[in-house]
């Protein structure tokens, strides 16, 4: 097969490049963005630098080329690849305007403007630090960073401008640097803030401001930009408030238009969602002031019964309430209340856990040596509880290691009880009960922690 055309393999070529000042110590790969191989495919530079990129891809797609030297990663390179339209680059080593090494490329084809494009528009945004702290410490005032921005923006516009076949891009691209401009004047308004500058006294900052309608919904962006500037001026405004409560706050007494404080309080529940798709509890006890202020700012009903649900779970995890009944299966397939193990006498220490769990089992050697600690004392129980699926494989693990502590099983984590009750949406989760088997701590530290022993001592 290796003998056999491009055209009968199903390949095409995409790119023809070169590496400028290529050394045996450099490699280069790539990674198509809309492929689902999951990694990276490797490109064989010649000695003098060229390469070809050849691929089975039979769509326009985003293409990335990493390089690296000696292990370490230089610099990427982004670009735009048809099959139908073979695209010539250089790559060669270079500098930005804050003195950073970097990757510079210069494209020849069809796609060559586009290509131009998506490479600086990635690397102004994502690949250094040309709009961060590193950044704005350059720059005087807020004019400066207006010229600073277009300079950067230049020959992002001009690239855009030379693609000629694709209109909707191009428009949608133009919308994406208005909003990215907005961004950026609030972060370096933000990083003012934060080094003792106020930006009330930045003329350039609050001319721009006079002129936008906050309470116009068009100019969201704005407007939320507007509340993140205003925390950032005075973070404790409204204590012991917290950040994202604080913003609702200020939303609801900065703006008079009801539409645009339900979208600025949409925007921040979004980003409590997405905190706990990651593990965040949204149960927490922490969460009650963000929801009170939540239910004053906003008149939107999309959020009501997850705030109830939620609420409801606070009152469960609450110091105090006792323990919840659901399902536990031992190793010999017994089958267990959870109120079962807990109280009687004992101070329970629970771990829920998996074996597929990375940091739960590098807290395994510290629960070990924790239980070596308490297995003499009467007065404390230490139970670890598995939400595998794989039964056989958490048999399999705890045969193989042998924990002297309690091990149990949750039969059917999707419709547990105490799994949705305990709002246990990451692992490892910590709870301690008192001797009476009610909750003294939904999130107890870690065996790793080194309160852990104060906390379950005070208990004892």
């Not at 490109?43 to 370490?72: C, H, M, R």
Request: proline content about 5%; overall charge negative; glycine content about 6%.
């Amino acid at each position: 097969m290796a003998l056999l055309p491009l055209s009968m393999t199903g390949q095409t070529t995409l790119v023809k490049g070169k590496l400028v000042g290529y050394t045996p110590a450099d490699t280069l790969v790539y990674f198509v963005q809309s492929d689902n191989r999951n990694g990276y495919q490797n490109i064989e530079v010649n000695k003098n630098g060229t390469f070809t990129i050849n691929d089975n891809i039979d769509q326009p797609t985003t293409l990335s080329i990493i390089k690296t030297s000696n292990g370490d990663r230089d610099g990427v390179v982004i670009l735009y690849a048809d099959p139908k339209n073979p695209l010539d680059v250089v790559i060669k080593p270079g500098k930005d305007i804050l003195g950073d090494e970097c990757l510079t490329a210069e494209f020849k084809g069809k796609n060559a403007n586009r290509s131009t494009f998506e490479n600086i528009s990635w690397y102004n945004y994502t690949g250094s630090q040309i709009f961060s702290d590193k950044g704005f410490s350059t720059l005087a005032d807020f004019n400066a960073l207006q010229k600073y921005i277009e300079q950067r923006y230049a020959p992002m516009k001009k690239a855009l401008k030379g693609i000629k076949d694709d209109k909707a891009y191009v428009e949608k691209e133009m919308e994406v640097l208005d909003n990215q401009t907005k961004r950026i004047n609030y972060a370096y308004a933000i990083y003012q803030e934060q080094h003792g500058h106020h930006m009330t006294g930045d003329k350039g900052f609050m001319d721009m401001l006079e002129a936008i309608d906050l309470n116009d919904t068009t100019n969201l962006q704005d407007a939320v930009g507007y509340i993140d500037w205003k925390y950032a001026s005075n973070p404790t405004v409204y204590s012991p408030l917290d950040e994202d409560a604080t913003k609702l706050r200020l939303a609801r007494e900065l703006f008079s238009n009801q539409d645009q404080r339900n979208k600025i309080a949409d925007q921040l529940i979004y980003g409590k969602l997405f905190l706990a798709s990651w593990g965040y509890d949204l149960a927490s006890e922490e969460m009650a002031p963000f929801y009170d202020e939540y239910e004053k700012t906003s008149t939107d009903t999309t959020y009501t019964r997850l705030i109830a649900e939620q609420r409801a779970k606070m009152e469960l995890n609450k110091p105090g309430q006792e323990a919840l009944s659901f399902s536990l299966n031992d190793e010999n397939d017994e089958s267990y209340d959870f109120r079962d193990i807990v109280g009687g006498g004992k101070v329970t220490y629970i771990d829920f856990w998996a074996t597929w769990c990375g940091p739960c089992k590098r807290e395994n050697p510290f629960l070990a040596k924790l239980y070596e600690e308490y297995k003499d004392n009467p007065g404390i129980r230490i139970v670890s509880i598995s939400i595998d699926t794989n039964v056989k494989a958490w048999k399999e693990m705890i045969g193989n290691e042998k924990p002297g502590w309690e091990q149990y099983n949750i039969p059917d984590p999707e419709n547990s009880a105490g799994l949705s009750g305990y709002n246990i949406n990451s692992i490892p989760r910590f709870m301690l009960f008192d001797k009476n088997g009610n909750l003294v701590k939904s999130s107890a530290p870690r065996p790793s922690a080194p309160e852990v022993k104060d906390v379950i001592n005070a208990l004892l």
